[in-house]
């Protein structure tokens, strides 16, 4: 039978799991899995739930707003491949890794193309059939460059953008119109060493270990909801060129299991923290 997700995120109150778990064996509706949190901060409620049958939508979704409080945010959604859009700029590894794990069928998603400011990428990404898009930003300003970037990719209608390296700032005006929808990498373990040669600065402080950070884009530099990070061992000896080769490999590591999480609907953002079911 299909399989869909139902995810529920409001002011948390008693009996809430019952009253949805109720809802769905009404309709007769199976549940697969089941997570669920509280916030306790914020006293908010966080669930997803995994479930298999047939219903109809529109009463389905009514039924369930009747039993949650009034602020309840209801997200009913099939276990599908998201279309996605990468960004780029002239390294390779993230990119790459991703477009193997496309081609072999192992991202749950699909890239509708990638767009870069510089053509170096462009023979790589063209032999696995995805189209590829230039848009220099030589001799503009940074929102003439924006303007022509926003607008390819609307024409795609993604649901979410990777910045496979992409080594530009967006504006807030650009990340205005995917508010939750802009996943980055960061080569650094954040909060540590944000902005640009991380690696550098981390040598500099002679750190005992380097990491990498995906995080949804906002307007602040590289301080929006983090998704997952991990890190890896280095000493006195590595130099900031030899902790970057190190680096490359964390970074494609914590971005495919980011995409994995978002693209699977197991991360829920609030405020700006994210609440993630594995």
Sequence with gaps: MTSHILLINCPDQRGLVYNVTRVLYKHDLN???????????????FMRTEFSGDFEREELSDELKAVLPEAAEIKLTGKRKKDIVLLATKEHHCLSDLLIRHAFDELNANILAVISNYTTLEELTKKFDIPFRHISHEGKSREEHEAELLVAVQQYNPEFIVLAKYMRILSE??????????????HSFLPAFVGANPYAQAYERGVKIIGATTHFVNNELDQGPIIAQSVIPTDHTHN????????RDVEKMVLAKSLKLVLNEQVFVHRNRTIIFT
Excluded: L
Excluded at 31 to 45: C, D, K, P
Excluded at 240 to 247: C, L, V
């Design 240 to 247: 900031a060129k030899e902790m970057a080769q190190a680096g």
């Design 173 to 186: 005006n650009f990340v205005s119109h995917f508010t939750n929808r802009i996943i980055n990498i960061h």
């Design 31 to 45: 549940v697969i899995s089941n997570g669920e949190f509280v916030e306790r901060n914020s006293n908010h409620f």
